[in-house]
Nanobody, 113 residues
Framework: QVQLVESGGGLVQPGGSLRLSCAAS????????MGWYRQAPGKQRGLVAR???????NYTDSVKGRFTISRDNAKNTVYLQMNSLKPEDTAVYYC???????WGQGTQVTVSS
């Protein structure tokens, strides 16, 4: 059974940076586009960034210019580099292979002074 494990979250001050990682137990990354999603308390889970199997990327408007998604298929890992973090970025972040029902346990990101 494929498992997804997110890591790298934590508490950071506004303007700070974090790098999230999502490691998969199987070789699914090379076949699937991968997305990073986030869910804040009381809100729906929404797409933050997406990267195709060939490396094309797209971002939700609120993170453009601040976040960068990347992938390393040899390591079965997808990353989300988050810079210039804002309090409104506070959420649980999840990775998700496009078109599947697979989700990891999520990693908490808290941006606060």
């Amino acid at each position: 059974q494929v498992q997804l494990v997110e890591s790298g979250g934590g508490l950071v001050q506004p303007g700070g940076s974090l790098r999230l990682s999502c490691a998969a137990s199987g070789s699914i990354f090379s076949r699937y586009a991968m997305g990073w999603y986030r869910q804040a308390p009381g809100k729906q889970r929404g797409l933050v960034a997406r990267i195709t199997s060939s490396g094309s990327t797209n971002y939700t408007d609120s993170v453009k210019g601040r976040f960068t998604i990347s992938r390393d298929n040899a390591k079965n890992t997808v990353y989300l580099q988050m810079n210039s973090l804002k309090p409104e970025d506070t959420a649980v972040y999840y990775c998700h292979p496009w078109g599947t029902t697979l989700w990891g346990q999520g990693t908490q990101v808290t941006v606060s002074s």
